[in-house]
């Protein structure tokens, strides 16, 4: 996978991407950050890329050529690579945006079959809609709050994008069992000492009967599901009394 990232501030990302388990990842070849400075393609000979907005309102907006200088730049290196065959199919381009679809597990899986891929930072109080027009493909949100520009939000797409990505993840750490790869949040879990601040481990645990634990643990995750987010437990209710019914 490799990670084009059109930002103001490109050492944030490069940063905030090349630690732990990512910087493993990129060290291996499975994936890459290619961080492109937008500000390196402005035609304005006083490196400025912001100006006002027509109409009025509050703040700058990005103006339209150095984001579009700089996409075209990522999109013609991704080109040089591609077989022929795939050169007609537009680039993925994501736009951080709160104007956007809530980001997923579901969106996460799906964007990391994708070979390469574009993020766009908006900053300021946003891009001239006109080359969002030319370049974006998908306009994604991480949740509903506002942040002062789109490198954080990338960032977390980043990471859960990578560890979908085949060989990112030791065994040790597969992705399949986590919260939201199934419908309901993680169970609670227990390392040594068996006692902790008067605290015992649940018994079960210590049993080394797998058919017990693993019935404890799906009551607990149910617990805390129904708990912490009844929203994604209502989803779950759902999915269950369907599979009854299906069941006979
Ligand atoms: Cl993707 N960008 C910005 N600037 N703020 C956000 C966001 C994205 N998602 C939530 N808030």
């Given amino acids: ?86 050169r007609d199919r537009p680039v993925r381009t994501v736009y951080v945006t709160p104007q956007g679809a809530v980001f997923n597990q579901q969106m996460a899986k799906e964007f990391a079959k994708e070979e390469d891929l574009i993020f766009l930072c908006g900053h300021y109080e946003g891009i001239d809609e006109r080359v969002l027009e030319e370049t974006v493909t998908d306009y994604v949100s991480i949740g509903d709050y506002v942040l002062t520009g789109g490198e954080l939000p990338a960032m977390v797409m980043i990471d859960a994008i990578s560890r979908m990505v085949p060989g990112v993840l030791a065994n040790g750490e ?57 929203d994604l437990y209502a989803g779950y209710e759902r999915l269950m009394s369907c599979k009854k019914v299906l069941a006979g």
Avoid at 23 to 49: E, F, P
């Fill in 1 to 86: 996978m490799n990670y084009h990232i059109l930002t103001l501030f490109p050492e944030m990302v490069t940063q905030g991407l090349s630690e732990s388990i990512l910087g493993r990842a990129a060290k291996k070849g499975l994936l890459s950050v290619n961080a492109v400075n937008i500000r390196d393609y402005t035609a304005d000979r006083h490196k400025k890329v912001d100006d006002y907005p027509y109409g009025g309102g509050a703040g700058m907006l990005m103006q339209a050529q150095p984001v579009y200088d700089a996409w075209k730049a990522a999109c013609e290196e991704i080109r040089s690579r591609q077989p022929e065959e795939l």
């Fill in 174 to 230: 597969s992705g399949e069992t986590e919260s939201f790869e199934g419908d309901l949040l993680e169970y609670p879990q227990y390392s040594r000492p068996e006692e902790w601040h008067g605290k015992q481990v649940p018994k079960v645990l210590l049993s080394g009967n797998q058919r017990k634990i693993a019935e404890w643990r799906r009551q607990e995750a149910e617990r805390r599901t129904q708990e912490r987010r009844p």
